[in-house]
């Protein structure tokens, strides 16, 4: 999936490195993800203690809101440094319905043009 700029605020690239700075190299999640209880132990670059995968932290938005201009919001208290088992664990739902709406979309397109498939 691509990096689509307009779901996230114009300085993006600093509030992300502020937040992954903040966690001090170590996912901040707290069991929100559902995949665990407490706080997660993977730290960025070290192998999972789950998985056993390298650890690279992300920013995950813990919110849905959205700021005036329609982006996602950029807030401190509304995003967290997360591992990607938590991050993806955390966006499943988003996930799962944007894998059904473009299911949906291809399958419209091949109604209307048998010749897409």
């Known amino acids: 999936m691509a990096f689509d700029r307009t779901q ?12 992954r700075a903040r966690s001090g190299g170590r996912c901040e999640c707290r069991g929100v993800c559902g995949a665990h209880e ?38 401190p208290t509304h995003l967290a440094a997360m591992c990607q088992r938590c991050h993806l664990s955390f966006d499943r739902a988003d996930h799962i319905a944007k894998a059904r709406a473009n299911r949906h979309a291809a399958r419209a397109v091949s109604d209307l043009f048998p010749d897409a498939r």
Do not use: Q
């Not at 300085?11 to 490195?17: A, G, K």
């Open 8 to 19: 996230y605020p114009p300085d993006w690239v600093r509030v992300s490195r502020e937040i």
């Open 38 to 75: 407490g706080r997660c132990p993977a730290r960025h670059g070290e192998k999972h203690p789950t998985t056993g995968s390298r650890v690279v932290l992300t920013v995950a938005h813990l919110c849905r809101c959205r700021d005036r201009n329609h982006r996602k919001c950029g807030y």
